[in-house]
């Protein structure tokens, strides 16, 4: 039977190694707002008409996982040719709709996220900002959090006061962006791998207010305009300009578009080099280890960083946290003796994320 660690045990546990990382996923969202944040929501609030075979699509497929479905459809649109030489115009369909479901995709988590921080409780961003002192707060120096979610939770969160308490919780929320003598108002720019040493937030998929402008990469803040960031980045898509998302289906697909961003890459390579780290350990909240993330998870594989601690929600032994403790165990085996890893599992409603 396994054994499953409390949150706090798990915290006692890795005092022993130099630095604690953060790796989160989409259930780092659901535990706040699980009405927006998953798939199964998003597709309901989803607007279809620009592409209106896709809800066929989706039933087909019995799935409401969109980057299931643009994977679905990519290569389908690559493959439909060899088995009809008429098919032509069904592939460029194909891979219309593939393109059109990313801009859903986009718009859809943009349309049905909190407008405003204030949305969402004040002791819940407290009770966040507990959960990620212990990995960007003073007693875990240089610990980083990498995050594969495009909504502005971690960023409210980071940006939002501390509990009025003798002891406030001080992060460090350093993400790379910054202003030089050529940065408009609006924004703050990334300022690049030679001034982002000290980086310790990566968002590690892109996020909805980071927006490739071309020469630069822009980060749309509250504090430069008084506008709420929800607010524009829908104006910023109705001027067709989209945020910095890899929305692919497939691995190989989102390591493709990680590399062609310089922003992206670095933060990849920030947890690359992480993860060969042997005296380090990391946190993975909310993932469940997929496959089409194993862009990242080889990084662990192949690494050197010699302990993982993996959240579970509910039974352990439920289909999904198999599968989860499936894939756990195969990194695990992916190393030898010389950089043994150590997978162990915590109960991630113990973490109280956003409170009890």
């Known amino acids: 039977m396994i054994h499953l660690h409390t949150f706090d045990e798990a915290i006692e546990h890795s005092a022993q190694f130099k630095k604690r990382h953060l790796l989160l996923g989409n259930g780092f969202s659901i535990a706040c707002r699980p009405k927006i944040f998953t798939y199964g929501s998003l597709f309901d609030q989803a607007d279809f008409s620009s592409a209106p075979r896709l809800p066929d699509v989706f039933k087909a497929v019995g799935t409401t ?84 979610n495009y909504d502005l939770l971690l960023y409210w969160t980071l940006m939002h006061d501390d509990m009025g ?10 993400d790379g962006f910054g202003r030089d003598e050529d940065t408009e108002p609006e924004y703050v720019n990334w300022m690049g791998e030679s001034g982002a040493h000290e980086q310790r937030v990566h968002y590690l998929h892109g996020a909805l207010h980071l927006f490739d402008a071309g020469a630069e990469l822009q980060k749309y803040t509250w504090v430069n305009t008084g506008k709420p960031l929800l607010e524009q980045a829908r104006e910023a898509m109705g001027a067709n300009k989209f945020p910095l998302f890899v ?97 162990a599992f915590f109960d991630a409603a113990s973490a109280q994320v956003w409170g009890a």
């Open 65 to 148: 996982d969109f980057e299931h479905v643009i994977k679905l459809l990519e290569d389908a649109s690559r493959i439909v040719s060899v088995y009809s030489s008429t098919a032509a115009t069904a592939a460029k369909q194909m891979a219309a709709d593939a393109e059109a479901l990313r801009d859903i995709l986009i718009q859809t988590v943009a349309n049905n996220h909190p407008n405003i921080p204030n949305e969402i409780a004040d002791e819940q961003f407290w009770a966040c900002r507990r959960f990620l002192s212990h990995f960007l707060g003073d007693g875990n120096k240089d610990g980083k959090v990498y995050t594969l």
């Open 165 to 174: 308490f003798d002891d406030p919780i001080d992060l460090a929320a350093n």
């Open 247 to 343: 929305a692919e289906g497939k691995s190989n697909q989102k390591l493709a578009k990680i590399k062609h961003s310089a922003y992206l890459h670095h933060s990849y390579k920030s947890f690359s080099s992480q993860m060969a780290q042997r005296n380090d350990a990391l946190f993975i909240f909310g993932h469940s280890l997929a496959d089409n993330d194993q862009h990242v998870l080889k990084k662990i594989a192949r690494g050197k960083i010699g302990q993982v601690y993996i959240g579970l929600y509910g039974d352990p032994d439920s289909p999904g946290n198999k599968q989860i403790r499936g894939a756990a165990t195969a990194l695990a085996h992916s190393r030898d003796d010389r950089a043994a890893l150590d997978v």
